[in-house]
C-alpha cells in the first residue's frame, strides 16, 4: 500500500475519484478536521478529480440538518456563522463543486440523520447503498459496511429500527437538547454492548459479503475499521476502507492517519486527457494511506 503525506501529489493528472470513509468529525477532535480540510486542499489541486465519496460515519455523531440550518435560517450574527466548525469545511466542498467534481454522501451509523438540505450547502449528494460504481471493466458495490455485520444481532434489530423513516421523523421533531440526551445514551450503551462482545461479532459476516458480491466484481466498505484487502473468491476482492484516526497524540509531531480509496488513470491512457471519462478501460481501483501531520 503506498502512503502519501499529500494527495497522490506524485501523479495529480490521473486521480479521477477519491473514496474515504469513517472520518468521525466532531468539533472535540479538531486534529480530524483539520487533516479533512488538508484532504480537500488536495482535492483542489487535483485536475482532473471528478467524483468524491464519502461512504458513511463522515461525523461521530449527526443530531440533524437543523443543528446547523438553524444558524443561517434565524440569521444569526456573521460571526457565529464564520467561528462554527463546520463552516470551512461546507465553504472547500462548495469550492470543489463548482470545480466541477461530484461530492457523493452515504449514511453510515453514525451519521444517518444526515439529510439533503444539508448536502445542498455544497451541492452534494445523498446516495443510497448499495451503490455501484464502474471501474474500468469492472463494478464495485459500494456500502458503509455496517449492514455485513449480521453476526451482530443486536445491532441489525437498532439498525433497522434507526434507519425506519418513522424513528428519524420521531427524533427530528425533538427538541435539540433531548436529540443530544438520546445521542448520549446511546453511545454510552453501544460502548457497553460492544466492551462484551467478541471481535468477530463486529466484523463482516463472510456469507453476507459473499452474497453481496454475487452481482459485483468488488466490495468497497468501511464501518469495521480494519483497512484491508480480502480475496473473497479466486477474481472477488473486498477492499475494506480505514477510520481516520490520531496517532502519536503526545509526541512533537502528532498526525492523523487514513486508509483511502482512489480511481486512477494509467499515465498512458488514451483517455487521460478527458476527464470526463469516468469508466475509462484503462482505469483501476487501489488503497492508499494517507498522513496529516498535526501543525
Not at 146 to 156: E, H, I, N, S, W
Request: glycine share 4%; aromatic share 10%.
Amino acid at each position: 500500500m503506498q502512503r502519501f503525506n499529500h494527495l497522490i501529489t506524485t501523479r495529480p493528472h490521473q486521480v479521477r475519484q477519491v473514496l474515504i470513509s469513517d472520518l468521525h468529525l466532531s468539533p472535540q477532535e479538531p486534529a480530524l478536521v483539520q487533516a479533512f480540510l488538508a484532504l480537500l486542499d488536495d482535492c483542489l489541486a487535483l485536475p482532473a478529480l471528478k467524483r468524491l465519496f464519502i461512504l458513511g460515519d463522515w461525523f461521530e455523531v449527526w443530531l440533524g440538518d437543523d443543528t446547523y440550518l438553524s444558524l443561517l435560517k434565524e440569521k444569526r450574527s456573521e460571526d457565529e456563522q464564520i467561528t462554527h466548525w463546520l463552516t470551512p469545511l461546507i465553504a472547500k466542498l462548495k469550492q470543489l463543486r463548482i470545480n466541477g467534481c461530484e461530492i457523493l454522501v452515504m449514511h453510515g451509523n453514525r451519521d444517518f440523520l444526515l439529510g439533503q438540505p444539508f448536502c445542498n450547502l455544497f451541492g452534494g449528494e445523498l446516495i443510497s447503498e448499495p451503490y455501484n460504481l464502474t471501474v474500468g471493466q469492472q463494478n464495485y458495490r459500494l456500502e458503509h459496511g455496517d449492514a455485513l455485520c449480521t453476526d451482530d444481532k443486536k445491532y441489525q434489530f437498532f439498525r433497522k429500527i434507526m434507519r425506519n423513516r418513522l424513528t428519524q421523523w420521531y427524533l427530528l421533531n425533538k427538541s435539540l437538547e433531548k436529540r443530544l440526551a438520546i445521542a448520549d445514551n446511546m453511545r454510552k450503551k453501544s460502548q457497553q454492548n460492544n466492551a462484551n462482545k467478541a471481535a468477530y461479532i463486529m466484523d463482516v459476516n463472510n456469507k453476507a459479503v459473499r452474497q453481496a458480491i454475487t452481482d459485483s466484481g468488488a466490495l468497497l466498505h468501511g464501518h469495521t475499521h480494519r483497512p484491508y484487502i480480502h480475496h473473497v473468491t479466486a477474481d472477488k476482492k473486498r477492499y475494506v476502507l480505514g477510520d481516520w484516526r490520531l496517532l502519536d497524540e503526545d509526541t512533537r509531531q502528532p498526525k492523523v492517519n487514513a486508509v483511502i480509496g482512489a480511481v486512477i488513470v494509467d499515465e498512458h491512457s488514451n483517455d487521460r486527457l478527458h476527464s470526463h471519462n469516468l469508466s475509462s478501460d484503462d482505469a483501476d481501483f487501489g488503497l492508499f494511506e494517507f498522513e496529516f501531520f498535526i501543525r
